[in-house]
Structures are given as structure tokens and as C-alpha cells.
């Protein structure tokens, strides 16, 4: 092995932290990484990236510096109720995601986040479904078209924007599943039926719905509040959130993750071409490891557990999980969703996108109501400064 680069125990090692925390600063282009010659199946990390790294977390910092940290994976930016992560278990309210999963639909969800019961029996809501051949356009141009004629959050009640957020819900449902029925059925059996699935898989997409629906300060989530706290319509919030969530190191990032396990499921040559042909994606990008579940990702193990999962999908995952020397997250567990019921390839993104638009209501709606305008200052570094 080459003196200029380390693996991944020693980077660890020389760094002081564990191997989900070294996917992390990989992902944010902290630290160049290529795959072993002698082994595609193992990462080698550039020793002077690391040894640089190292130096760095060694050097009292100022307290701009822990400010631009903070939006990294650092610390809390903004106080919320809506969710958060302690302790490795996700809190949807004051209830772990996975418990709230275990009986509730998205909707019930949404009643629990949004503090507003959200009617089950509303009458249906014809929309005109926006033109576009995926889900993802079909869902830009929805949340645009309500955008530009919907109007400022500011000033309107709790109950109205729950009102909104359920209609929204509802529309967005229809716009990417191309179905302009208006439905009042919840989320989860409007796509089994879209998808033709039986109890089984219907019941395996409305735990996968409820898991994802929130995920504490995450780059979505952000995007929906700096627009919500400008007092923009929540169409508008929507929106910034959805395309926000379309970016591949986001949401995005289930073609990657879909891909990774589709190679797996095709045996050692095809899962060691795929490392081979991508060496510039972590084990974060498709699907394994999270920096705030050093022990793994409990949404992952609730989905990946559930009676119904292919044994060939189980192996597939493991076998990716022993290579990268990190647990599956959300994605994968969504990627393997897909193909344990022959979803469409898009199926991950639109279960990920449906289910986080209710999150994105509840915190526009915090945002909203806190009567803050979430406006960071920039360090300029266009001029030479002094100090800090």
C-alpha cells in the first residue's frame, strides 16, 4: 500500500473518530478517498487530507468557526419540537419514530405533528395533474402552480395552514403517482393501489411513509423554514423543500442507493463493479452509515425486519453493510422496500418526498409561528480582515 494514503481504521485512528464520522467529512469533500487496487471492496483515505483534518480539530477555535461547524453535522441551529435524535432514537413529538410507526398512517402522523386533527373522511379533491413523465417534475410543477397563487403564511391561523398542509398533502399524492382522482384515502393506500400491492406491501409503505416524514434540521427541512420565516405561502415552503430534496446528495441519492443494491442482489462481480465503477461515492451516498446513529439507523432496522422482506433483498444488504463496515440507513431500507415488491425505480424517492412533506408542514408552521427570520451572517473572506 502506498505511504500517501491510509485506511480506514487508521484514518480513524489519526482522526479520533469512528467510520461513520469519516463517510461524513469524505461526503463534504473534507477528505479525498479511492478505492484499494488490490481490494475495490475497501476505501483508502489521502494521508495528508487526514493528517490536515487532524491538525485542525487540534487548534482552539474561534467562535466563527464553530459557527460555520454548525451547519455540518455540528450543533443545534434552531429549537424545535417537532423531531430530533437522542441517544440514537429518532422522536417524532415526545414519541420514538419507530413506536409511532408501528399503527400510525402518515396522516395520523400529521395530525400528531401538526397539533391539528386531520379529517380521514374530507370529500374528494379534484386537481388537475401537472404534465411531466416523472414524479418529481409532476410534483415541482403542483407545489409551483399552488405557489403562485396561494397566500402568505403570515397572519393565518394553526388550523388554517393544517387545513393547507392536508390539501397539499393530498395534491402532491395525486400530481406524482399521476392520478388526478382526488382521493381522500390516506397516503399509503393511494400508492399501494397505484402500485398494485396486496396488504402486505401496503402496510410495509405506510411504516416507511410515517419513518421518513421527519428528520430533525436536514437540508429540506432548512430550505422549508428559511422560506416559512419570511412569511412565503406554504405552497411556497413546500417547494423550496421538495426541490431541495431533489439534489443526488439528498433525496436524490435513492438512484445511487437503488443502483448499490441492485448489484449487490447480482453477486460478488456485479457488487465489486459497482464499488469499482463509483469510487467517488461514500458509503453514505448509497445507503450505509449515519452520522447520527453511530449504532445504526432504527428506521432502517424496523423496515428491514418486517415479515415480508425477500431473504435474497436481507442478504444483498448484509453483504454490503460487512464491506463498508457500516449499518444500512432510511435509503437503503427504502431501496430494499422497492425491490422486495417490484416498486418502480422511482418508488424510494416518491415514498421519501410524500412522507417528508408532513414534516415540512409542521416545522413551517413552528417557523411561522416563532415570528423569526432565519438570516445567518456570511464570513466574507473578499477583503484581507483582522482577526476574526
Not at 370529500?123 to 397566500?151: D, F, I, K, M, Q
Not at 415480508?308 to 457500516?326: M, P
Request: charged residues 20%; contains cysteine; hydrophobic residues 45%.
Amino acid at each position: 500500500m502506498s505511504q500517501d494514503w491510509l485506511t480506514a481504521e487508521d484514518a480513524c485512528k489519526t482522526l479520533g473518530v469512528r467510520s461513520q464520522t469519516l463517510y461524513a467529512y469524505v461526503s463534504r469533500k473534507l477528505l479525498r478517498s479511492r478505492h484499494d487496487e488490490a481490494d475495490p471492496r475497501r476505501k483508502l483515505y489521502l494521508r495528508a487530507d487526514v493528517e490536515e483534518l487532524a491538525q485542525k480539530h487540534r487548534r482552539p477555535r474561534g467562535r466563527s468557526a464553530v459557527a460555520a461547524n454548525a451547519i455540518r453535522w455540528g450543533e443545534p441551529l434552531l429549537t424545535t419540537r417537532i423531531s430530533g435524535v437522542k441517544d440514537g432514537v429518532l422522536y417524532l413529538g415526545s414519541v420514538p419514530a419507530v413506536e409511532l410507526a408501528r399503527t400510525a398512517t402518515l396522516e395520523d402522523a400529521a395530525s400528531h405533528l401538526w397539533g391539528v386533527k386531520i379529517a380521514v373522511d374530507a370529500p374528494t379533491l379534484r386537481a388537475r395533474v401537472p404534465s411531466g413523465r416523472t414524479a418529481l417534475t409532476r410534483g415541482l410543477l403542483c407545489l409551483a402552480h399552488e405557489a403562485a397563487t396561494s397566500p402568505p403564511m403570515q397572519g393565518r391561523s394553526r388550523d388554517a395552514l393544517a387545513l393547507d398542509g392536508a390539501r397539499l398533502l393530498r395534491i402532491v399524492v395525486g400530481a406524482m403517482l399521476n392520478d388526478a382522482s382526488g382521493s381522500a384515502s390516506p397516503s399509503h393506500v393511494r400508492l399501494a393501489s397505484g402500485w398494485k400491492l396486496k396488504s402486505q406491501g401496503a402496510e410495509a409503505v405506510r411504516m416507511a411513509l410515517v419513518l421518513i416524514c421527519d428528520h430533525e434540521l436536514n437540508p429540506s427541512t432548512f430550505a422549508v423554514r428559511v422560506c416559512a420565516s419570511t412569511g412565503g405561502s406554504l405552497a411556497a415552503a413546500l417547494l423550496a423543500g421538495l426541490a431541495t430534496l431533489s439534489g443526488p446528495r439528498h433525496g436524490g441519492a435513492a438512484a445511487n442507493t437503488l443502483n448499490a443494491l441492485t448489484a449487490s442482489l447480482g453477486g460478488n462481480t456485479s457488487r465489486n463493479a459497482f464499488l469499482t465503477a463509483n469510487p467517488s461515492l461514500t458509503p453514505y451516498d448509497y445507503g450505509f452509515g449515519h452520522p447520527l446513529y453511530p449504532n445504526g439507523d432504527p428506521r432502517a432496522a424496523a423496515l428491514l425486519n418486517l415479515p415480508g422482506s425477500q431473504a435474497a433483498v436481507r442478504r444483498a444488504v448484509e453483504q454490503l453493510a460487512i464491506l463498508t463496515g457500516a449499518a444500512p440507513n432510511i435509503d437503503m431500507a427504502l431501496a430494499a422496500l422497492a425491490k422486495t415488491y417490484a416498486l418502480p425505480s422511482d418508488a424510494p424517492f416518491i415514498i421519501f418526498a410524500i412522507g417528508r412533506l408532513v414534516g415540512w408542514v409542521a416545522h413551517a408552521i413552528e417557523q411561522i409561528e416563532s415570528r423569526q427570520m432565519i438570516r445567518p451572517r456570511a464570513h466574507f473572506v473578499g477583503v484581507e480582515t483582522q482577526g476574526e
